[in-house]
């Protein structure tokens, strides 16, 4: 069984800061996303990373997967209140038929004050 | 604008009764999806559908059964719901291209009393 070990769990900043948020494994994947989950909603992908090494940015997110493709951060510029939720990585298993079998990790819920 | 909508958004439910949970979609995926997420473990994949008709067990499918007799339709069924089934359900819809992007519905929080 492939684990996704996610980091913080909790996470709460003011608005301005910078954070990090880290999903590690022993595993390789062949991609890994990340996804936010407001409150009453259900997860909404935000990126997806395939090539180990590659750097996605989206706006104020930067995204990183590892070159060993094992694990993935996701860093936030300058945290705004809007972007409190909790953020979960996925990844997807290497090799064979997936048809979308995804690994999650635990989930970090960010908190950013005003 | 793309949607996976699910029956219900709260469910009560008595200890050994059975229960639907209806989960559609309308982007004509061929992967669906179905999740239960508790604080702390994150998402565990129940089952899965990549075709009409078929369906895959996921990481804990004990208690639980699907059915997908049509593309979009996507049931899962609590044959006789017990306490600890009491969760968020999740399900989520991906296409044969893009199998991994899921797009998820806005959940269902079942209660069992």
């Known amino acids: 069984t492939q684990l996704l070990e996610q980091s913080p769990q909790f996470l709460s900043i003011q608005e301005g800061e910078n954070l990090t948020v880290y999903c590690n494994s022993s595993s390789v994947f062949s991609s890994l996303q990340w996804y936010r989950q407001e409150p009453g909603e259900g997860p909404v992908l935000l990126v997806t990373?395939?090539?180990?090494?590659e750097v996605k940015k989206l706006k104020r997110l930067t995204f990183q997967f590892g070159d060993a493709r094992k694990d993935s951060s996701l860093h936030i510029t300058a945290a705004q209140p809007g972007d409190t939720g909790l953020y979960l990585c996925a990844g997807a298993n290497a090799g064979g038929t997936s048809y979308g079998k995804l690994t999650f990790g635990q989930g970090t819920i960010l908190t950013v004050h005003p | 604008d793309v949607k996976v909508t699910q029956s219900s958004r709260y469910l009560v439910k008595r200890t050994g009764e059975k229960v639907f949970l209806e989960c559609v979609q309308d982007?004509?995926?061929?992967?669906m999806f179905w999740y239960r997420q508790d604080p702390g473990l994150g998402l565990r994949l129940i089952y899965f559908?990549?075709?009409?008709?078929?369906?895959e067990k996921g990481d804990i499918p004990e208690g639980y059964s699907v059915s997908r007799e049509k593309k979009e339709r996507f049931s899962l069924i609590l044959e006789s719901a017990s306490t600890n089934q009491t969760s968020m359900y999740l399900c989520?819809?991906?296409?044969?291209?893009?199998?991994?992007?899921?797009?998820f519905g806005p959940g269902t929080r079942l209660t069992v009393l």
């Open positions: 990373v395939v090539t180990g090494g």
């Open positions: 989520a819809s991906s296409s044969f291209e893009r199998p991994n992007e899921q797009f």
């Open positions: 559908s990549y075709d009409v008709k078929m369906k």
């Open positions: 982007m004509d995926h061929e992967n």
